[in-house]
Every structure is written in C-alpha cells, then in structure tokens.
C-alpha cells in the first residue's frame, strides 16, 4: 500500500522530466544569472498569491503540506525557519540537482524514499511559491 502511495504521488508530481539528465550535472550553486538571498523576505501578497496557483498547479500539494504534518515529501510548516530561502528556491528549481549535491537534500530523500522531481520551474515562479509558502507560516 505504501508504494502504492508513493508512486500515485511521484505521477501526481509530474514523475521525471526529459530535462532531468541535463539538470543533474548542474550544480545549483553555479546557475547562472539566478542568487537569491539566504534570508527570508516578508511575504509579499501578490506573489502568494500567484505562488498559491502555482503550488497547485506544479503539483507541490501532492506531495507536500503546509502544517497538517508529513505526507508524501516534508511539511513546510517551519520551512522559513529551517533552511535559507536560497535553498529553499533551489530545491524547487533544481530538485535532481540537489539530491546529487546538497548534503540536506539527500538527507530528505533518504527519510521520505521518494526523489522530488524538476518541474522546470522558473526563478519567479519558485520565488512566488516560496511567498506562499512563507504566507502560510506566518
């Protein structure tokens, strides 16, 4: 029954995309013309806003919650308090990328079993859902 959830969850994320053999040999701390701060900024309303479309709409909710605990991936309940938002925005950019580099991201995998998979998401997208995310942790 797990795997059957786990696997729903990996389609409903948009299971592997074509571009992930490209993305993995990316190291996401040398993306180009793409730094986002360490800190947290405040939320900003009309970036939620869009974030909230886009959080359904890449399928994050398939996997994720926002304070009602574990599910496929991690709550992020919290998340502006456990990581930089640099990471954070990589991770949603870059997810293949940071499995193979990022010591934390590999931690996660371990713990949840299952890869987040690259939604291609934009830096202004990944900045919109981190507003929605940060919304919701206020």
Known sequence: MKWLIV???????GGVSKDSDKSQKTN??????VDF???????????????????MQKGCNACHTIGKGKFV???LKGLNRSVSYRWAA???MKPDSMLKHD?????LLKEFGTPMPNQNV???EA???????????K
Do not use: V
């Not at 696997?7 to 994320?13: D, E, K, L, P, S």
């Not at 996401?28 to 013309?33: I, V």
């Not at 405040?42 to 886009?54: I, V, Y």
């Open 7 to 13: 696997i729903a969850g990996f389609i409903a994320c």
């Open 28 to 33: 996401p701390r040398e993306t180009k013309n």
């Open 37 to 55: 701060p360490e800190e947290w900024p405040e939320p900003d309303e009309r970036l939620a806003s869009k974030g909230e479309k886009l959080f």
């Open 73 to 75: 991936g991690p709550d």
């Open 90 to 92: 990589y991770m949603i």
């Open 103 to 107: 010591d934390r991201a590999k931690r």
């Open 122 to 124: 934009k830096p202004e």
């Open 127 to 137: 900045e919109a859902i981190l507003h929605y995310i940060l919304k919701q942790n």
